[in-house]
Structures are given as C-alpha cells and as structure tokens.
C-alpha cells in the first residue's frame, strides 16, 4: 500500500506456548510475548494466534502447545536479548526468529490483512465463549425433564 515499504529490521517470530499457560486465556500469553519484545524496544506490527497443535513430541512434558505468529521491527543486535527472556520462561516452550529479507509489499499487506482476519475471529470466538457459560446454567433445568421421559422408553426397547 506504501510505497516507502522498508524490510529491513524486520523479523518473523514463531513462538510455541505452553498450553496451561494458553488455558488462563489466550490474550494473556499474547500480552507476555508482546512485553518482552517491548523490552528490546521492537515494534510489533502483528501478533497473533497461529495454531493449537498436538506435538509431535513431547517438550517441558508438555503434548500440546499453542502458535503464536509475530512481525515486528527491532534492533538485531538486541534479539538475543529477548531470546534470553523467551528461554527463561515458563510460558514459552520454544521460539524462531528469522529475518523477513524474502517479504515484499505484497507479502507484507497480506500479512497484516490475515492478522485483521484473526483479531475479529478470536474476538467473535471469545463472545461465544463468555454467552456459552449462561446458555449452559439455563440447559440443564430444561433438559432433565426430557432425558427422565426418554429413560422408560429406551429400557424397554432393550428388553
């Protein structure tokens, strides 16, 4: 969309989350990954949620993490800083960072175009989440009567 596009200082960052951590809500782990890089002054363009996954081993005992795809602007000399932290930390199991030499405009507004995509996402699913709870108080009451009516009629089916 500019046309002053400029990669350079530009990173990638994938970062594998413990799942327990992730459980207290997953804005939480975003805020955390978003502290640190704060800390060597980057810029963070994107940060998102990238995928649930089950691991195909096992890491800290951990069997599933959660993905969290960043692009951000910084200081090269500091990453290893950030490193530091990410790898002293009980919330993060793993982390990659690589430099977007290879992104381009294109790549770049389709980047920011799917974080969009995922923000409005994980907001709706968060709405749905917080509504469920209330749905599930009012379910059990009008349920019961229904389940002790199908009850005689499924013990003499078997008979």
Same mark, same amino acid.
């Given at each position: 969309?500019?046309?002053?596009?400029?990669?350079?200082?530009?990173?990638?960052?994938?970062?594998?989350?413990?799942?327990?951590?992730?459980?207290?809500?997953?804005?939480?782990?975003?805020?955390?990954?978003?502290?640190?890089?704060?800390?060597?002054?980057?810029?963070?363009?994107?940060?998102?949620?990238?995928?649930?996954?089950?691991?195909?081993?096992?890491?800290?005992?951990?069997?599933?993490?959660?993905?969290?795809?960043?692009?951000?602007?910084?200081?090269?000399?500091?990453?290893a800083e950030a490193e530091?932290?990410?790898?002293?930390?009980?919330?993060?199991?793993?982390?990659?960072?690589?430099?977007?030499?290879?992104?381009?405009?294109?790549?770049?507004?389709?980047?920011?175009?799917?974080?969009?995509?995922?923000?409005?996402?994980?907001?709706?699913?968060?709405?749905?989440?917080?509504?469920?709870?209330?749905?599930?108080?009012?379910?059990?009451?009008?349920?019961?009567?229904?389940?002790?009516? !199908?009850?005689? !009629?499924?013990?003499?089916?078997?008979?």
């Amino acid at each position: 969309m500019s046309e002053d596009f400029d990669n350079s200082n530009l990173y990638e960052g994938l970062f594998l989350l413990n799942q327990a951590a992730v459980g207290a809500g997953i804005g939480a782990a975003i805020d955390h990954v978003r502290e640190v890089l704060g800390r060597i002054d980057a810029e963070v363009i994107t940060l998102r949620k990238w995928d649930d996954r089950k691991l195909s081993y096992t890491i800290k005992r951990q069997k599933r993490g959660v993905y969290l795809l960043a692009l951000f602007r910084a200081d090269g000399t500091r990453l290893a800083e950030a490193e530091n932290t990410f790898n002293l930390s009980e919330q993060v199991l793993r982390m990659m960072v690589t430099k977007c030499d290879h992104m381009g405009q294109v790549e770049y507004d389709a980047e920011l175009e799917e974080a969009k995509t995922s923000e409005a996402e994980l907001k709706l699913r968060e709405q749905e989440e917080n509504a469920k709870p209330a749905e599930e108080a009012a379910k059990p009451a009008a349920a019961a009567p229904a389940e002790k009516a !199908a009850e005689p !009629a499924t013990a003499e089916a078997s008979e």
